[in-house]
């Protein structure tokens, strides 16, 4: 069973940085796709960034420069470094794996529980 847990939230002021880890299990990890997403309040859950193992990433343009996608397959973990954060960015942060490289919700299959991440101004 696919099991993603997501850690790393938490409270930080403008400007400040976080790092978000995303740890899978009984996911086949060399072959397929993961995904960082987020959802405020009131809005629609969107795509934040992607990555495909042996290259490749994506990212939602409120994001570039600012956050960096990574993964480290021996430890089956996913990160996103978050930088120059912005009140915009306070939402529920969800690590997801999929099939699909992309940041369309549809094209992943498996979700962790989320972990909040507030930025006050």
């Known amino acids: 069973q696919v099991q993603l847990v997501e850690s790393g939230g938490g409270s930080v002021q403008a400007g400040g940085s976080l790092r978000l880890s995303c740890a899978a299990s009984?996911?086949?990890?060399?072959?397929?796709?993961m995904g960082w997403f987020r959802q405020a309040p009131g809005k629609e859950r969107e795509g934040v960034a992607s990555?495909?193992?042996?290259?490749?990433?994506l990212y939602a343009d409120s994001v570039k420069g600012r956050f960096t996608i990574s993964q480290d397959n021996a430890k089956n973990t996913l990160y996103l470094q978050m930088n120059s954060l912005k009140p915009e960015d306070t939402a529920m942060y969800y690590c997801?794996?999929?099939?699909?490289?992309?940041?369309?919700?549809?094209?992943?299959?498996?979700w962790g529980q989320g972990t909040q991440v507030t930025v006050s101004s």
């Open positions: 997801a794996a999929g099939r699909v490289f992309s940041l369309a919700e549809w094209a992943y299959e498996y």
């Open positions: 990555i495909r193992t042996g290259g490749g990433m």
């Open positions: 009984g996911y086949t990890y060399s072959t397929n796709y």
